[in-house]
């Protein structure tokens, strides 16, 4: 109780101060503080992320107190947090000589070494800080962790780490960075096992179960993987990630109606949770319960008109129903709220194709081409349309770039194939049917069904023959 009440007046006693400063500001004056006082100041701007006014205060304190080296060393710690390590250490080395005992200072150094590149040199002061450090080891070492966890050195920040776990097995901050990094340096044992001690002594982390869910999922071991799950939904039925996690789960194993039990179970703690809603929808599509997923979709779209997901999902619903005009009507809604999804515009010319709306399709396709240029789905489609309104050049020109990055897939080579004999253009025709059969001899009887002139072309069917007496395991065309 009395903590508390000493915790109320220095907060009160830091604001008054903060007001006195910013009316001294406002007024232009000069009004003088204790190098207490600018400290407090210093702290208060720094905690509301606002580092400009952090560092005036600052400046005004080093014109009163120029020898205050608990302000110069926060000065340099805001220049570090602000992405200036370069300036840090030229303030540092104007200071270090006095302060060659200040554990603080040699602590700072190393963190702005680190981010400037020079490791080796950080770790030798960080060496230093710890040293110097006695009653505060533990901190010094876990700021140290944090200064490598920064710049993605993770076996370093696991040592420093250790240090302090040695120091104080019952940090929760510790053991949980111990197992975050052990998770980043792929030794889930590890990770498991400081997660465990975390939960060891604080039971009730949803966050952590979910993490530890996710790490046993991870190395698939699924039992104890729902387990955590459904312990970090009892702890916080309002603990969104656990439950959509839990859902990808049970999706992965093909349990689409655990997936549904799971999102009902959110919906009844959110009803408006759109993406819930959304996904319950995919669920219900994906188990072919189209009337459901169509409600799951509506009942997002009112409480969120711009929702692209749902209107995506309304559109395939419609899709896989046939009902193309609907589809587009859907597809043209996800596209106008998420116009750079790749995805969304691929699934609106494949309904612009089935409506023979082909011009629309070839945009369509075209843009998700554009947006994702590794979506082989949506090049080809966008070419296999070209080929129908017998833009073959065009059509050509379209794989002609695929196959700069695809040489060696059997498809891309075939359907080149396929197009340079429809524009009776034989030696190319010969040459990717050449390479086609050489990758994948099975793969030309598609060729043949879906381009049936290409089989009565002499020069393919001699290449086959030769295949054949070269490899006779294979099967002869008929």
Known sequence: MFADWDNYQEEDETLEVVKRYREMIANNENAFFDLYEYEFIIDYFVEQFNFKDAVSAVNHALVQHPYATSVKLKYIQLLIETGKPGKALGIIRNIQEAEASNYELFLAKGIALNLTGKFRE??????KAISLSQENRE???????????????????????????????ENVLVLYDLALNYEKLDIPDRSIEYYKRYLDLDPFAEHVWNNLALLYSSIEDFTKAAEAFDFAIAINPHYFSAYFNKADLCIFHNNISGAIEVYRELLLQDGSNTKALSELGNCYEESGNYPEALIAFDRAITISADCSDAWFGKGLVYFRQKKYRASITSFRKAVGFQKANSDYWFMLGEAYARSRKLDQAIHAYSKAAELNPLDFEAWMACAQVLFRKKRIGEAINMLIRLYQKNHENPTINYRLAAYHAYQMDYINAYKYFEKGLKINFQEHYEMFRSFPKTKTIPAFRALIQEQFQANPAIRKIK
Do not use: P, T
């Not at 950080?122 to 060496?127: G, H, L, P, R, T």
């Not at 876990?142 to 240090?163: D, E, F, R």
């Open 122 to 127: 950080a770790k030798s002061v960080f060496d």
């Open 139 to 169: 901190e010094v070492a876990y700021n140290i962790a944090q200064s490598y966890m920064q710049i993605g050195k993770h076996s370093h920040a696991v040592n420093y780490l250790q240090l302090a776990f040695e120091i104080n097995k």
